[in-house]
């Protein structure tokens, strides 16, 4: 079984950074895509970014381009995100998922496990 464990969600205020971190267990990290979604209260859960199995590709929604990054380091299991530049929009609960496949996608329904969220509230 699957198990995605987010950290280091929290307050910042505007314009500033935080990096996010996803611990995973129970299927081979390396061999499978990852990707960050965020929701809001009150809206859908939302793509923001995706990364295959090397690292060798990743897929941002536009509106974080340039200000977010994912990596993912396959030796301790882990994916990241990076955030700066901030701003109070990007308020919102931080999911990592996985999904059966080498291959990045964008859609919620593509992936198949989920964490529980960290939560990230930018200030102004």
């Known amino acids: 079984q699957v198990k995605l464990v987010e950290s280091g969600g929290g307050l910042v205020q505007a314009g500033g950074s935080l990096r996010l971190s996803c611990a995973a267990s129970?299927?081979?990290?390396?061999?499978?895509?990852m990707g960050w979604f965020r929701q809001a209260p009150g809206k859908e859960r939302e793509f923001v970014a995706t990364i295959n199995w090397s690292g060798s590709n990743t897929v941002y929604q536009d509106s974080v381009k340039g200000r977010f990054t994912i990596s993912r380091d396959n030796a301790k299991n882990t994916v990241y995100l990076q955030m700066n530049s901030l701003k109070p929009e990007d308020t919102a609960v931080y999911y990592c998922?996985?999904?059966?496949?080498?291959?990045?996608?964008?859609?919620?329904?593509?992936?198949?496990?989920w964490g529980q969220g960290t939560q990230v509230t930018v200030s102004s």
């Open positions: 998922a996985t999904r059966n496949s080498r291959y990045v996608a964008v859609a919620v329904k593509e992936y198949d496990a």
């Open positions: 129970g299927r081979t990290f390396s061999s499978y895509a």
